[in-house]
Each structure stands twice: as structure tokens, then as C-alpha cells.
């Protein structure tokens, strides 16, 4: 079946890059997601990236897709304390919905 | 902001009760999706529309229906509540049935059983 894995908690310091990481077990999926969610607010659509490509950079945040090992990271570059929040994995699995992982709360320390 | 709009934000009533939540999708977006988020299950896929129709479902329990209407805006409605069914209920939008456009969230609504 479908299943999205994340680790749950990673803490920073503030100026640090932040790796977030992600395994996924669709390998029919076309698109794989980032999601981040601040207390008490929505999902926002970080940024996305289809299935054919290995790397994608927009400003400071780079994915990384290991479409082999179905990995999947996130890394945030120069750490804000405003980057706190809980950030989802999503797959666009075959099943035409998104499957999210637990999600990973970080924590960035001034 | 993403575009999608969801009411109420607060959702306060009783075991038994039943409510409609509302969701109004980003313009030009015809499929809707509800998802459930609850600290024990996590987010869980409910339900999707696209352009009037149901297009999937997930674990979307019995007591629970939804639709979409005409001007594509749709509501979830849960009925005979119990104490687990409070949660974060959200809606996203895209612009089609697949999954070859990405999903705008809205806020949510915070529904609480008491």
C-alpha cells in the first residue's frame, strides 16, 4: 500500500541548514509535495516537485529526489526562527489523492 | 493566503449533533478535496469532487457525506457526532480531477465534540 515516512522532530540553530527527510513507497507517483503548517494555520504549498527530476532549488529551500531509494528531502538554507513549523511529505500516489506523512516539527533555536 | 476559503473556523457542538462545513475552492479550480487532520490518525484523505461529481473517496466514514455544487463550492456534512470525530477539517483545491496540479489548503475548521 501506500505509505509516507518521516522522522518526527529535528531542531536547528538560527543561520544552520535544515534537512528534512522523507521515504515514500508509490513508485507510480507523479508528484511528491511539501507542505509546511504553522500553529494553529492551513497547509501551505511549499513546493513540488515531479517525479522526472532529480533536484529542484527555488530560494532558499532545495529538494532532492532519489526516485531509486524513494527518498525524498528538503533542505532549508540560513535557518529562520520563522521557518518553525511542522512540514509534511505528500505523494501523489495512482489512487488520484495525496498521502501525507506524520510530518517533522522543527524547531529552530535563536 | 491560498486562495481557499473555509467556513466556520470554529466548530463547537455536541455528541449526536450534526454540522455542515463549507468550502469554497480557489477560482478556477474545479476539483475539491476534504482531508481530516487528528493527532492520533494524522492527516487522512476523506473525499474528492471535480467539477460537480465524486471522483474519490478515502476513509470517509458513513456518517459523513459531502457534495459539490454547481458554482463549485462544497460542504461536509458529519452527522450523529461522537467525541473522536474532533479534529482539523480541511478543504484543498486544484485545477483538475488528477493529480497533475498541486493542492491549496485553506485554514480549516477546527471542529470540537463535546
Known amino acids: 500500500g501506500e505509505d509516507v515516512e518521516q522522522s518526527l522532530f529535528l531542531s536547528v540553530r538560527e543561520g544552520d541548514s535544515s534537512v528534512i527527510n522523507c521515504t515514500y513507497t508509490d513508485s507510480s507517483s507523479t508528484y511528491l509535495y511539501w507542505y509546511k503548517q504553522e500553529p494553529g494555520a492551513g497547509l501551505q504549498l511549499l513546493t513540488y516537485i515531479f517525479s522526472n527530476m532529480d533536484m529542484k532549488q527555488d530560494q532558499r529551500l532545495t529538494v532532492l529526489l532519489n526516485k531509486k531509494d524513494k527518498h525524498l528531502s528538503l533542505r532549508i538554507a540560513d535557518t529562520q526562527t520563522g521557518d518553525s513549523a511542522i512540514y509534511f511529505c505528500?505523494?501523489?500516489?495512482?489512487?488520484?489523492?495525496?498521502?501525507f506523512g506524520q510530518g517533522t516539527t522543527l524547531q529552530v533555536k535563536p | 493566503d491560498s486562495g481557499v476559503t473555509q467556513t466556520p473556523k470554529h466548530l463547537i457542538t455536541a455528541t449526536g449533533q450534526r454540522v455542515t462545513l463549507r468550502c469554497s475552492p480557489r477560482?478556477?479550480?474545479?476539483?475539491v478535496y476534504w482531508y481530516q487532520q487528528s493527532l492520533d490518525q494524522g492527516l487522512q484523505f476523506l473525499i474528492q469532487?471535480?467539477?460537480?461529481?465524486?471522483?474519490a473517496k478515502g476513509n470517509i466514514l458513513e456518517r459523513f457525506s459531502a457534495q459539490q455544487f454547481p458554482d463549485l463550492h462544497s460542504e461536509l456534512n458529519l452527522s450523529s457526532l461522537e467525541l473522536g470525530d474532533s479534529a482539523l477539517y480541511f478543504c484543498?483545491?486544484?485545477?483538475?480531477?488528477?493529480?497533475?496540479?498541486?493542492?491549496?489548503f485553506g485554514n480549516g475548521t477546527r471542529l470540537t465534540v463535546t
Open positions: 477560482s478556477g479550480d474545479l476539483s
Open positions: 469532487y471535480y467539477n460537480g461529481e465524486e471522483r
Open positions: 505528500a505523494e501523489s500516489g495512482n489512487t488520484g489523492k495525496l498521502i
Open positions: 484543498a483545491s486544484s485545477v483538475g480531477p488528477g493529480m497533475s496540479s498541486p493542492l491549496h
